[in-house]
Every structure is written in structure tokens, then in C-alpha cells.
């Protein structure tokens, strides 16, 4: 019980204390020899100041450390963490003259029922209810921590094992058993429907890559990287240059002066800022290739981009897209500026362009947040229309399971009826329209 004393020491003081105090997720990141990030998430409790007074294991108990034998080095479990804080912050602390819980082994089930239903009705930021997935993934996750807590520390804990979870056994598709553990809550709730804004017409693109070659050209060909090979904002932020000494992050094979093929490196997650912060994550590891109906558009993008001036960049690292400051660029810093050139010239644009069906698009702009991740979703979207089955969703969108391209797939008539495919007129535009010749006075 020593990993709790922290708690136990609580029990001693008052209720101004308390509030003095929180669980919170202190993440440290060491970069390795061969420029590889090692990630480690723990829970620990900060005081009112944000400053770190103790460190709890608590991470030893859930599945990102203690599923499996062999285990990444990047793992680190920050997005389970975050309901692990969340109900010990409730249940402790928020909620203490309700409870009286002194300490973690006291906790009792009406009192997790009690925090996912406040989690399940709690409205968000943006003033919607959090959707079904999410709310399952919530209670899974609490559920999953404290039966492994209780598997160590069961005679102490005021919770039973068939307080938390139903344990089913099932038959695996190679005939074996398998066991599974259904968490034993129910939750009511006012669930929203998860509608993300993020269908955008090809014509709308164009305004919006020329808009970036015009005012933010240091994000143009991050944004034509989601576009043209289905990357996600996070792995694009982790793209290197071809000269990078952590290994050629980009690389174009040319037969007879043609491009046949460009693959870029997400194979690995390195450090690529000299402060340690994280560019952003990989979410599935591979050799990315761009989709052959868009090279020509992409390499013409890419040497616009390597035109671009790069004093200042740190060379132990050489990543592709930089900041300000020469360091490589973050995903919260790519997100802002894409947000921020929406708002402040795409819209615009929009708003005054000759197409009717652009300047409503602009309007709709003014209600709807539209984030990178709509690139993503433009890029399958035409995969869709070019005729990919599921397995070259799967493999252009580098997806770890077909689930994503088989909701594409039974969409695909509406799509056919409301969108059309991107072609080779798109290439043209680039040239002409896209900003490209920007990039001749440089």
C-alpha cells in the first residue's frame, strides 16, 4: 500500500487542502541514441500552481503497460490516463463532501455510476453531449483499471470483481477460447450524434490550396501531403526532409524522367526538436505512398516547398516543416495556422468567389469549424470515386483496420451523386491558379 500513502496522508487534512490539489498526466519523452522518442505517461498530483508534488504508479495499471509482453517504446497511454485522472479528480476531490472517500480502496460502484453518468450528461466545450463511443470507451477503460487494482489489491478495496465487470468466454475465429470482461454499468444519456464538418468539394480545395501558396506557404504542401497521400496532421508533422541524418523521410523513384512512385517514411516516430516536445504521433507505422493519380500534382507542391528557404533549421534533425523559430513544427501549431487561414482568407475567398455553390460553402464556414483533418477525409473520398475496393482504402488511407473504408464504401452512392472525382484539370490548376508561381521569386 505504499504507492498510496500520498492518499492516505489526505485523510488527515481538510477539505481547503483538498481543493488545493489534483491528479493530472506528466508525460516524458527521451530521445534515444538513434534519434528514436521514448514515451512514458504517469498520473501524478499537481498542486494549485500546477507544479508537481507527487508521483503515483497508477499507470502500472492500465493496458498500455501491462497488456503484452513486448510493448513500443512510444506507448504511452496519455488518452486512458485522462479518464483515469478524471474520476479519481471526481470521485476524491469534486465530489468529496458527497462521498467522503478518503482514499482510492474506497471507492464503491454507486459511486462510478455516479461519475459516468455526469460524464455521459456533462456537456462539452462546444456545447454538445459527448457521443456513444466515447462514453463506452470511458467506462471501459475505468472498468479495465480497477479490476487490474483490485487483481493486487482486492482485500483492501472496497469494490468486488463482480461489482466492475461479467467475465465471457467465446471461441476465437482459430478456435480458441478467449475470455471478455463487459463492464457492469449502464449509462443513460443524451448522446450526440458525432457529425464532424468535413465534406469539401474539389473546387473548394483549389481556393484553399491557393489561398495557402498565397498567405501561409510554409503549411501549403503539409496540407497537399493529407490531400494527395491520405496522411493524418500528426504524421505530418513528422515528416523529414530527403537530407535528414535520421534517414530520407521522403523518397521519389523516376524511370526514364518519370515519377512512378513516392513513398514517405512513417516507419518510425523520432525526436525532431532539440526541446523534446512532440511533434505529433504516428498512428499506424509504414511506408506511405502518395496515390498515383496525384504525383504529378504532389511533386510539382514538392518543389515549390524545397524552394522555399530553410536557414535556421536544426540539421541534427532536418524536419520538414518548420516554425518561427527553426524548430520543427508541432500538430497544435499546424492545426492553428490551418484554422487561422480559413478563417481569416479561405472564407473570404469563398464568400466572394463566382461559384454559387463556393460562396455557400463560405457561409457554411462561419458556423462549422473546418480542421485538417478534412484533407484526410477529401482524399478518401476521391479513392471512393476512383473505384478502390476496401483492401485499397485500407491501404491508400494506411488504415490498421478496414472498419474507416467500409463506412466510405456504404456511402459510396451518395457520394457518386453529390461529388466528383478530382483529375488531371486539378494538376493544371496548380500551375496557373494554385500559387506555384510564388515560388519563382523566391
Not at 498530483?45 to 498500455?64: E, P, R
Not at 501549403?220 to 513528422?238: K, S, Y
Not at 506511405?288 to 528557404?309: D, G, I, M, N, W
Amino acid at each position: 500500500m505504499s504507492i498510496y500513502k500520498f492518499e492516505a496522508a489526505s485523510s488527515r487534512r481538510t477539505r481547503e487542502w483538498r481543493d488545493s490539489y489534483h491528479y493530472a498526466i506528466y508525460e516524458h519523452r527521451l530521445p534515444l541514441e538513434d534519434g528514436k522518442a521514448y514515451s512514458r505517461c504517469f498520473v501524478v498530483i499537481k498542486n494549485q500552481y500546477d507544479v508537481i508534488v507527487h508521483f503515483t504508479s497508477l499507470h502500472n495499471y492500465i493496458d498500455a503497460y501491462t497488456q503484452g509482453v513486448c510493448i513500443p517504446i512510444t506507448s504511452d497511454g496519455r488518452k486512458k490516463l485522462h479518464h483515469i485522472c478524471s474520476v479519481l479528480n471526481y470521485i476524491l476531490i469534486e465530489q468529496y463532501e458527497t462521498f467522503g472517500v478518503e482514499h482510492i480502496f474506497g471507492i464503491k460502484k454507486e459511486m462510478l455510476e455516479a461519475f459516468f453518468q455526469d460524464y455521459a450528461l456533462g456537456k462539452q466545450a462546444n456545447g454538445t453531449y459527448r457521443d456513444k463511443q466515447t462514453v463506452n470507451r470511458c467506462v471501459a477503460v475505468v472498468t479495465g483499471f480497477f479490476r487490474k487494482l483490485s487483481l493486487k489489491y482486492g482485500g483492501y478495496m472496497e469494490l468486488s470483481a463482480s461489482d466492475l465487470y461479467s467475465e465471457k468466454t467465446s471461441l476465437s475465429k482459430r478456435g480458441r477460447i478467449q475470455r471478455k470482461y463487459i463492464p457492469n454499468f449502464q449509462v443513460r444519456g443524451a448522446f450526440s450524434e458525432k457529425v464532424i464538418f468535413r465534406d469539401i468539394p474539389t473546387k473548394v480545395l483549389q481556393v484553399i490550396i491557393s489561398s495557402a501558396f498565397r498567405y501561409t506557404p510554409e503549411i501549403a504542401f503539409a496540407i497537399c501531403l493529407q490531400a494527395f497521400a491520405g496522411l493524418r496532421p500528426g504524421e505530418v508533422c513528422n515528416v523529414r526532409q530527403e537530407c535528414s541524418p535520421l534517414g530520407s523521410g521522403l523518397s521519389i523513384t523516376i524511370v526514364s524522367g518519370v515519377v512512378k512512385k513516392v513513398e514517405i517514411d512513417l516507419s518510425t516516430e523520432y525526436m525532431l526538436r532539440s526541446d523534446g516536445i512532440r511533434c505529433g504521433g504516428i498512428k499506424k507505422k509504414r511506408r506511405q505512398r502518395v496515390y498515383p493519380a496525384f504525383l504529378t500534382a504532389f511533386c510539382q507542391v514538392y518543389e515549390f516547398h524545397k524552394r522555399r528557404s530553410w536557414n535556421g533549421h536544426e540539421t541534427e534533425y532536418c524536419p520538414m516543416f518548420i516554425d518561427r523559430n527553426g524548430m520543427a513544427m508541432t500538430y497544435s501549431s499546424y492545426q492553428n495556422r490551418f484554422r487561422c487561414l480559413i478563417a481569416e482568407h479561405v472564407r473570404t475567398a469563398l464568400l466572394n468567389h463566382s461559384d454559387p455553390e463556393c460562396r455557400l460553402y463560405g457561409q457554411l464556414l462561419y458556423e462549422n469549424p473546418l480542421g485538417p483533418h478534412a484533407l484526410r477525409h477529401w482524399f478518401s473520398v476521391q479513392l471512393v470515386l476512383m473505384g478502390e475496393d476496401i483492401a485499397g482504402l485500407q491501404y491508400w488511407r494506411g488504415d490498421s483496420s478496414p472498419d474507416s473504408a467500409l463506412v466510405y464504401l456504404q456511402n459510396k452512392g451518395d457520394l457518386v451523386k453529390e461529388l466528383s472525382a478530382a483529375n488531371e484539370l486539378f494538376a493544371n490548376f496548380l500551375m496557373s491558379e494554385g500559387g506555384l508561381r510564388y515560388g519563382k521569386n523566391d
